[in-house]
Every structure is written in C-alpha cells, then in structure tokens.
C-alpha cells in the first residue's frame, strides 16, 4: 500500500477513555505531523516529527501524547478527553531536507467523537 | 512565526467562469506554497505548488503566481466545473523548516 494510512476512520469514545489513532506513511518521508481540523477552522498543527524527534508542540493539551517510534509510523495517545476534542485528526508526512520541505501527503483522517 | 491570510472565505462561480483565491505571506523567508483541494468527506490533496525562484506555474486549468516583493500567491482556476467545488488551502514554509502555516481555507461552489 502507497500513501499515507490512518486508523481507525471513525473513533467514538467517552471521556474517561484511552484511545491511541495510528499513521503509517509508505512514501520514505523524513517528516510527519498530526494536525486538528475542526468543522468551520482552519488547520491546527499539533505536532511535528522530522527524523523522528519532536520538533513542535503547538500548545497541545497533555491529554494528547504523540509517539513516533520510526520514521514510518505516528501515533497520538488520547485520554481523558473533552467533547471539544471532537473533530477530524489528520495525519501527514513530507520530506524535509536543510533546505525546507516537500509538499504533505495526508492521510484520510480519523473522524473523533467524544461523548 | 509565519502567518497567511486567504481570500476570500467563500466563493460562488458560475460553472466555465474563472476562479481566483488570494494569499498574503508575513514572513520574507518563505520559499515554498503549495495549495491544497478537500473535497467534502476527503483529505486534503496537493494540487499545485511554487518555490520562490519562480514567479509563474501552469498545470492545465490551473496556475498560481507569487509576487515576492509584496508577499502575496494567487490560484487561480479557469473553465471552472462542478467538480472543481471544494475548500482550497494555501499554505507558506520558511526555508529551513518542515512546517508549513496553512491559510483558512476557500470554500469554491461552481454552479452548473
């Protein structure tokens, strides 16, 4: 499979649950990000992984926990959530290089509901 | 940071007219814009993208155009179809950086 792939598509969860969405990237990228996109807002950058370190946390609230064991997968923790939360979670990955980076693939999102 | 402005936020065309979205750029060391189309349900797909050593960029229907020295892009989209309707995002990354800074998206409605 090329691309990016995000699972699962749909999550439903209550807010004293754990849940963790998953991004693999198939493309040999150097980078990847999650972002937030809420109906009526613009895209909201979470976080960004380049060669696997963190390199940004937008003020992300610590009920969020990314993980980026290689450069091939994502993943972002979530526990104890708000019904704010809810939204569609997007993954990315692009090729960053001294210079600056490619353009993102992204992923088909994961649609959170958090009730 | 870098921070970019899209107009306009809604866009209604009549179906073969020509569509133009606009974006400003704060930061002079912005070297890369893409821009991306989400259809309704969908990820956002890259469609066109221009680095800053060039001024002009044509894919069929569609082109952008960047003007350094006032720091603003252009999409721009002719024979517009149903299909073309959409939210398209611009975006900015400075050199030497992997983010980019979206806008605030475009929603197109082409009528048919």
């Known amino acids: 499979e090329t691309g990016v792939t995000q699972t699962p598509r749909h999550l439903v969860m209550g807010m004293t649950n754990k849940k963790s969405l998953k991004c693999e990237q198939h493309?040999?990228?150097?980078?990847m990000y999650w972002y937030k996109q809420s109906a009526k807002k613009p895209l909201e950058l979470m976080f960004v992984?380049?060669?696997?370190?963190?390199?940004e946390n937008n003020s992300v609230p610590s009920r969020f926990s990314p993980e980026c064991p290689n450069s091939s997968h994502l993943f972002l923790h979530l526990h104890t959530l708000q019904p704010e939360d809810s939204a569609l979670y997007l993954c990315?990955?692009?090729?960053?290089?001294?210079?600056?980076?490619?353009?993102?693939?992204f992923g088909s999102g994961t649609r959170l509901t958090v009730v | 940071g870098e921070n970019v402005e899209q107009h306009p936020s809604t866009l209604s065309v009549q179906e073969g007219d020509s569509a133009v979205i606009k974006c400003t750029y704060s930061d002079s060391a912005s070297n890369y814009f893409p821009w991306y189309k989400q259809e309704l349900g969908k990820r956002p797909q890259l469609i066109i993208d221009i680095r800053s050593n060039v001024g002009e960029k044509k894919d069929q229907r569609i082109a952008v155009t960047l003007n350094k020295t006032a720091k603003h892009f252009s999409l721009h989209i002719t024979e517009t179809q149903p299909e073309d309707s959409a939210v398209y995002f611009c975006a900015a990354s400075v050199a030497g950086y992997s983010t980019l800074t979206f806008g605030k998206g475009t929603m197109l409605l082409v009528s048919p």
């Open positions: 992984y380049s060669l696997e370190e963190r390199v």
């Open positions: 493309l040999g990228h150097n980078a």
């Open positions: 990315a990955s692009s090729q960053f290089t001294g210079l600056g980076t490619s353009g993102y693939t």
